[in-house]
């Protein structure tokens, strides 16, 4: 795919406009699911944690829903 118009060599094309930004798009998109996986995992050791000091006391671990 090239970045210039076919008809006109000035322009850029708007296919590769659209394909820049779509791109740019992904990886930010990708960047925050990283980041969002990494806490989402934090937060289950954590709660695994809490779930058993909870048992070891003999309190009742209530059900996930």
Sequence with gaps: MNDHCTFCKEH????????????????????VCHGNWIEIQHQREYIVQLQELLTR????VPPEY
């Design 57 to 60: 006391h003999g309190i009742a």
């Design 12 to 31: 850029k094309c708007i296919k590769w406009a659209d394909y820049e930004l779509l791109r740019y798009e992904l990886e930010e998109a990708n960047e």
